[in-house]
């Protein structure tokens, strides 16, 4: 007879096992996932204060770059000063593109090549850059990760009523982003 | 198939083989026990196991640290403040920001860097966790690499830490240890005229069924060193296909390892500053499979690495490119 009531017992102690198993793994995931967003902005950051350097670095060799330089360093105060995050993204690939013609007029400066210094920025800014991607792609396999843990069966039962929503992926939003990059290294200036 | 189902597919094989080499200790120890103990409590096989793991666990312990110290590695940030060439510091300055990128990739906190004055090009890894990892390349690595290919090479490296393969392969050696001891005990109470149980004479039916143990019993146990490492390096081979899908998952470059890893089979010669324990943590074999040892059955049987050409095909499938002809 008491087999009767322990084997009822036994049960309910191993569901509210997994429940507390299965809530800890998604709170831990959800945190995760947080915390990869937020490394998207300190890889950010990293780039804002590596520009001025860069500015100075290349200005007394390309001086005939002015128009390109002003742009780098304006599209770096909005990024600077974006409000919210999706503004903040519109800015962050303003400044990519903007960096991304000053790398390639900078081919034009043979001078830039040979000199130690300006070869180390451009691989901290490379590597930088790089490493934003990485933030992001980092980011989306952890949501992925933590979208599939909460809709998986059988947790998707509880998950929800625990309050867990799907997290967000990092998507392109300008449409320009998602255009091949023309790059113009004819010699006229 | 893509880089994810290869990881799928690789940790399944991985957890099979473990499943039969677990399986191959139990059927020792028991066989063990109940023939020269006369006992049913598996005594012997438990012993060994607990022994394997001692020493292992020393090894898991103060591996690290040993085996850097044995290959001459050098902190990178020292070698960095020492480095005269402006060239050589800036690729020192890459390697660094592409271990820093690839942690970054992962979700995890950047390794040490360590670089080893050999000029055959390899890497390893070492560390029981990814907060207490070190990764290692040699100085004809960073000269025969791009960039790239680099990362590619670090991405492997740092999935192994990734994977726990240095805890699985500490378990495996242990198994190795405690079947080979196992081995090693039968052998010599046979010799002593062992088998006490047998002339006890246990009595039960099933003569015909008792014999037949018995003589797959010895087989195995004659058999058992060969059989341990065999599927050691089976282990050892399955990890070494999923550092490569878990590395190119990181990178999302398949192709950047593949044409790493063609760079380095060309350097044929043996990794000589790194020695035969870690082997199974390097980018590339380091007893140079290529330079003297016999092709065929049984040094595909006993490699710690699978061969480069499936490596780089595998690599080069997940890349959704066609395969190379090798006129």
């Not at chain 1, 992001?136 to 843990?149: C, G, L, M, V």
């Not at chain 2, 052998?187 to 246990?202: E, H, I, N, T």
Request: hydrophobic content about 50%; aromatic content about 8%.
């Amino acid at each position: 007879m008491g087999f009767f009531l322990l084997l009822p017992l036994i049960v309910v102690v191993l569901i509210v096992l997994w429940v507390i198993g299965m809530y800890n793994r998604l709170i831990g995931l959800r945190n995760q996932t947080a915390n990869g967003w937020r490394q998207i902005d300190v890889q950010l950051k990293r780039r804002h204060d590596l520009i001025p350097n860069l500015v100075s670095t290349v200005k007394g060799v390309m001086e005939f770059e002015r128009d390109t330089l002003t742009q780098v360093v304006e599209a770096r105060a909005k990024a600077v000063s974006a409000t919210g995050p999706a503004d903040a993204a519109r800015k962050e690939g303003e400044l990519t593109q903007a960096l991304g013609r000053l790398f390639a007029l900078a081919e034009n400066y043979p001078q830039l090549h040979a000199n130690e210094n300006v070869k180390m920025l451009q691989e901290e800014l490379s590597s930088t850059e790089n490493k934003i991607g990485f933030a992001r792609q980092f980011y989306n396999d952890i949501a992925t990760k933590f979208n599939i843990s909460q809709q998986t069966f059988p947790a998707n039962m509880i998950a929800s009523s625990f309050g867990f929503k799907a997290a967000e992926l990092f998507e392109i939003t300008d449409q320009a982003d998602r255009a091949v990059p023309t790059v113009d290294l004819s010699m006229r200036k | 198939m893509n880089l994810l189902e290869q990881q799928a597919k690789n940790r399944r094989r991985t957890w099979m083989v473990m499943v039969v080499f677990i399986a191959f200790l139990f059927f020792l120890g028991y066989g063990f026990d109940l023939l020269y103990l006369g006992t049913d409590v598996p005594v012997a096989g438990f012993v060994a196991f607990i022994v394997g793991l001692i020493f292992a666990l020393t090894g898991y312990y103060k591996g690290a640290a040993a085996v850097l110290a044995s290959s001459g590695a050098v902190p990178l940030e020292q070698q960095l403040a020492s480095e005269p060439s402006d060239e050589k510091r800036l690729k020192l300055t890459g390697l660094r920001n592409v271990v820093d990128e690839m942690a970054i990739a992962a979700g995890l906190p950047s390794p040490n860097v360590c670089v080893i004055p050999d000029h055959d090009p390899n890497a390893f890894a070492t560390g029981r966790d990814p907060a207490h990892a070190s990764i290692a390349v040699t100085e004809g690595l960073l000269d025969a690499l791009n960039r790239e290919e680099l990362q590619a090479v670090v991405a492997h490296e740092m999935s192994h830490v990734r994977n726990y393969d240095i805890r699985l392969m500490t378990l495996v050696a242990a198994l190795v240890g405690a079947i080979a001891l196992l081995s090693d005990w039968a052998l010599r109470g046979m010799r002593w005229g062992g088998g006490g149980s047998r002339r006890g004479g246990r009595g039960k039916g099933g003569g015909g069924a008792a014999v037949v143990f018995l003589v797959l019993w010895l087989i195995a146990i004659l058999l058992a060193p060969i059989i341990g490492q065999a599927l050691a390096m089976m282990v050892s081979r399955r990890r070494e296909y999923l550092a490569d899908a878990s590395g190119a998952e990181l990178t999302r470059n398949p192709l950047a390892l593949a044409k790493a890893l063609e760079k380095i089979e060309f350097a044929a010669d043996p990794t000589a500053s790194i020695k035969r324990g870690t082997a199974n943590l390097c980018i590339a074999d380091p007893l140079g499979r290529k330079a003297g040892l016999r092709e065929g059955l049984v040094a595909d049987l006993f490699a710690s690495h699978p061969p480069m050409v499936k490596r780089i095909a595998t690599l080069r499938e997940m890349a959704y490119v066609p395969p190379v002809s090798r006129a």
